[in-house]
């Protein structure tokens, strides 16, 4: 199987998303993810998920200007373009 870029779209559920992510790098693929909606709460499942992105190589960005301090802010041009350049989106 050849390497895939995987965008993952934490919309919902960040936690989830951040499990989702790490664990599809697994197969070797490349996968990004990008928070939106709201800033990611601040809670002990999060804070274990954010270790599993660490260990994975994932670093994470974010459209929510309030975590541009501590993410890469992408606009709303900027996120259509790595939509349309991965492979496959997930959006959780």
């Given at each position: 199987?050849?390497?895939?870029s995987i965008l993952v779209l934490a919309r919902r559920d960040h936690a989830e998303a951040m499990r989702v992510a790490a664990g599809l790098t697994i197969f070797g693929h490349r996968v990004d993810l990008v928070?939106?909606?709201e800033p990611v709460a601040e809670t002990e499942e999060n804070a274990a998920n954010a270790e599993l992105l660490e260990m994975t190589?994932?670093?994470p960005q974010t459209t929510v200007p309030a975590m541009a301090g501590e993410l890469p802010l992408l606009d709303p041009p900027a996120l259509g373009e790595r939509m349309r350049d991965a492979d496959f989106v997930v959006s959780l």
């Amino acid at each position: 199987m050849s390497e895939k870029s995987i965008l993952v779209l934490a919309r919902r559920d960040h936690a989830e998303a951040m499990r989702v992510a790490a664990g599809l790098t697994i197969f070797g693929h490349r996968v990004d993810l990008v928070f939106m909606t709201e800033p990611v709460a601040e809670t002990e499942e999060n804070a274990a998920n954010a270790e599993l992105l660490e260990m994975t190589g994932i670093a994470p960005q974010t459209t929510v200007p309030a975590m541009a301090g501590e993410l890469p802010l992408l606009d709303p041009p900027a996120l259509g373009e790595r939509m349309r350049d991965a492979d496959f989106v997930v959006s959780l």
